[in-house]
T-cell receptor
Framework: GAVVSQHPSRVICKSGTSVKIECRSL??????MFWYRQFPKQSLMLMAT?????????EQGVEKDKFLINHASLTLSTLTVTSAHPEDSSFYIC???????????FGPGTRLTVL | DAKTTQPTSMDCAEGRAANLPCNHS???????VYWYRQIHSQGPQYIIH???NNETNEMASLIITEDRKSSTLILPHATLRDTAVYYC?????????????FGSGTRLSIRP
């Protein structure tokens, strides 16, 4: 159990465009979703936390208008990087948490490259 | 959540046991010790966790000192596929307020 998918696995886009990343929990319900990003040779940094049906809570230094999070259902959450710039190039990882298993799981990640 | 301290990097010969230390001197009574690893360009993978007793599963063993201020993750027979960054984290797992915050981790290299 506890299978998490992310789509796309990698994406290349032009500066100024928006990119949507989907995260699905395939065999469990995610009451809470965490989004992380990871720059090369660095650790994972928590960006935001969202509960199903509620607005996301962003960590300090993360622009909420730039990184739009939607957690409309218990099996799907999306992260939209709006007006992407090269400095947004990073590895984005979703992490759903379920009360069913009382645990937090991790997606395989999405590599975003902004040209 | 309490902070952890790990060596930046380690290496180990293939087939030997890899012992990864972690200090968590400010751990609280209800915090568990968790270990994750991240292979290059993949999401983190859960390895093992424990409260105060030693734990073993098919991947690894976790040894926690009696005062719970430090622990060691043991990979009994390291293979090249164990090359990854290993993260030691302390947290309360069943709390709705708990979230996993990653430190720098230990970069483990397995040499042939």
């Amino acid at each position: 159990g506890a299978v998490v998918s992310q789509h796309p696995s990698r994406v290349i886009c032009k500066s100024g465009t928006s990119v949507k990343i989907e995260c699905r929990s395939l065999d469990f319900q995610a009451t809470t979703m965490f989004w992380y990003r990871q720059f090369p040779k660095q650790s994972l940094m928590l960006m935001a936390t969202s509960n199903e049906g509620s607005k996301a809570t962003y960590e300090q230094g993360v622009e909420k208008d730039k990184f739009l999070i939607n957690h409309a259902s218990l099996t799907l959450s999306t992260l939209t990087v709006t007006s992407a710039h090269p400095e947004d190039s990073s590895f984005y990882i979703c992490s759903p948490r379920t009360l069913q298993y009382n645990e937090q799981f991790f997606g395989p990640g999405t590599r975003l490259t902004v040209l | 959540d309490a902070k952890t301290t790990q060596p930046t990097s380690m290496d180990c010969a293939e087939g030997r046991a890899a012992n990864l230390p972690c200090n968590h001197s400010t751990i609280s009574g209800n915090e568990y010790v968790y270990w994750y690893r991240q292979i290059h360009s993949q999401g983190p993978q859960y390895i093992i966790h424990g409260l105060k007793n030693n734990e073993t599963n098919e991947m690894a063993s976790l040894i926690i000192t009696e005062d719970r201020k430090s622990s060691t993750l043991i990979l009994p027979h390291a293979t090249l596929r164990d090359t990854a960054v290993y993260y030691c984290i302390v947290r309360v797992p069943y709390s709705s307020a708990s979230k996993i915050i990653f430190g720098s981790g230990t970069r483990l290299s397995i040499r042939p």
